[in-house]
């Protein structure tokens, strides 16, 4: 028969929690078994007024809850969220809002990050760190780390020069002169400019609209885009987060790593033991400085790049006596020092007459000059190992792509991390330490879930009445008569219970027996 439907029913009337309408295994009702946010009104308790002056704000958990939820269901940006909440039940449930309750408006939200401030929504995140360790889904022990460039939200027509004030300067120049053959016109003067900022370097955009992103690329072959660079530490477990930051796009990755293993260290209160990470971290102060830490670093190095007819390879470092030896024996002492290593020096007398000269020394140079970073011999160790990785180092780097990597991907592809959704710095962070909570508290859920199996979906009352069922059932099976479980099901059944333990009918014969109906009589009852 075809079923009908009435329409436009006008109220909807409902006993009990909304809860009851979510299913068990839906993101939010999952991540609800393992949220814990209690300490946060004392955390913000100071931002506000004193109790009784102004109009209360939104509940501070109430707040991050909605804020979760859409980066858990990857609807990041307010006003979508909480048009969804008008309809979502999950929403509504997860945040505390009953059905007939009227949401915070989205810009509250905005408020409430600029309250706050990203040090805070940083807790939040680390709580779930903690939450994760104490699981013992997260150890901290071998920890993957890479970096991913993110979208800012800017528009490609916001994008200006970054020499912009200077060809401005020139045009000013040239056109407050009067045209004459020996004076450059405005655009002889841009043109320079451009041909000089190249030169520089400073030839890039910048974004005017949020000066926070930079132009970065993550190949070659791939025009600049305007982004942020989120700095990731991963656990080789589970793939908890553990750590994350944003910098500017332009930011060098190798100047993160170690201030993020000291974070995680810190985050888990573990020893980290091995990081692992991309070519793009593998310079000697990265080496040096996991190594100085003790940690094994797993960082296929890359190879000595060859600039030179006598590439510097060929030149012997002497860490006893800190000298360097030049591949005719002759010695470069340490002079100059520049950034990250030593300018090393050779003597112009020793070169002079030096059979290899030509392909030795740039043009011009009567003696050589070669930097040598300050870890200098951990790249070298790290080149060797490099030539024989063992099949631990091979797996081990390999799980660096699935963690990391899967990571990023996963961020970007569910829980919006592909493009910034605010701009500037801090807001950027904000956005990246909610994306990686939701992360972890996925992780946290899907452990518990998994660890509860049968029981998943239950409350806790009814987990007790359960256990408590299942301890009758097994006391009833060790058949002791004097058993207070055993007596009591005497009680009841007596019929039962004098029978022999195979004799025993079963469940429906006992009913019957207790109404005195035949087994088939009570079935078609
Ligand atoms: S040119 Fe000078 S530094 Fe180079 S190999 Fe000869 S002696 Fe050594």
Redesign the pocket.
């Known amino acids: 028969m075809l079923g009908s439907r009435m329409r436009g029913q006008t109220e909807l009337l409902m006993a009990g929690s909304l809860r009851d309408l979510i299913p068990d295994d839906h993101v939010l009702a999952r991540v609800d078994r393992v949220l814990d946010l209690s300490w946060l009104r004392a955390e913000v308790r100071h931002l506000y007024a004193a109790d009784g002056a102004g109009r209360p704000g939104i509940d501070p958990e109430v707040a991050v809850r909605l804020m979760l939820a859409g980066f858990l269901l990857g609807i990041v940006h307010d006003r979508r969220l909480l048009r969804e909440a008008q309809v979502n039940i999950a929403i509504r449930w997860f945040a505390g809002y009953g059905l007939h309750e009227a949401l915070p408006d989205h810009s509250s939200l905005t408020r409430i990050r600029q309250r706050w401030g990203a040090e805070l929504f940083r807790q939040i995140f680390t709580r779930t760190v903690r939450a994760c360790v104490e699981a013992r889904i997260a150890r901290g022990e071998v920890v993957h780390i890479d970096a991913t460039l993110i979208r800012a939200d800017v528009a490609w027509e916001s994008l200006g020069e970054r020499h912009a004030d200077a060809v401005l300067a020139q045009d000013d120049e040239a056109e407050s002169q009067p045209p004459s053959h020996g004076t450059e016109t405005a655009r002889t003067a841009r043109r320079r400019a451009e041909r000089d900022g190249k030169q520089t370097g400073r030839y890039k955009k910048v974004c005017l609209t949020d000066p926070d992103a930079t132009m970065a690329t993550n190949a070659r072959n791939r025009r600049l885009e305007p982004a942020y660079k989120q700095h990731t530490a991963v656990d080789d477990g589970f793939g908890v987060v553990l750590d994350v930051e944003v910098t500017t796009g332009q930011a060098n990755e190798g100047d993160h790593v170690l201030p993020q293993v000291d974070a995680v260290a810190a985050a888990t209160g573990t020893t980290v033991k091995v990081v692992t990470a991309d070519q793009g971290y593998a310079y000697g102060k990265v080496y040096g400085g996991l190594e100085e830490r003790g940690i094994d670093p797993v960082i296929p190095a890359k190879k000595e790049p060859i600039r030179s007819r006598?590439p510097l390879r060929r030149f012997r470092y002497d860490a006893r006596h800190d000298i360097l030896k030049?591949?005719?024996r002759?010695v470069l002492r340490p002079q100059r020092r520049v950034e990250h290593g030593r300018y090393f020096y050779?003597r112009a007398t020793?070169?002079r007459r030096?059979p290899?000269?030509s392909d030795?020394?740039s043009k011009g140079r009567v003696n050589?000059a070669v930097v040598v970073s300050d870890h200098h011999p951990a790249l070298l160790r790290a080149r060797r190992r490099k030539e024989r990785w063992s099949r631990e180092d091979a797996r081990l780097y390999q799980r660096h792509r699935w963690r990391s990597e899967g990571f990023h991907g996963e961020a970007k592809s569910w829980h919006g991390l592909a493009r910034a959704v605010r701009r500037g710095l801090q807001n950027m962070r904000i956005q990246a330490f909610l994306t990686a909570a939701a992360v972890n508290l996925k992780r946290l859920a899907a452990a518990l879930f998994a660890l509860l199996g049968p029981w998943r979906g239950m409350s806790l009352l009814a987990m007790l009445a359960r256990l408590l069922a299942r301890t009758v059932a097994a006391s009833i099976r060790t058949n002791d008569p004097h058993s207070p479980t055993v007596r009591r099901e005497i009680v009841q059944q007596p019929h039962a219970a004098a029978l022999p333990q195979r004799a025993r009918p079963c469940r429906q014969g006992a009913a019957a027996h207790r109404l005195g109906l035949d087994r088939h009589r009570l079935r078609r009852r």
């Open positions: 006598v030049c591949p005719m002759r050779s020793d070169c030096c290899i000269r030795c020394l050589k």
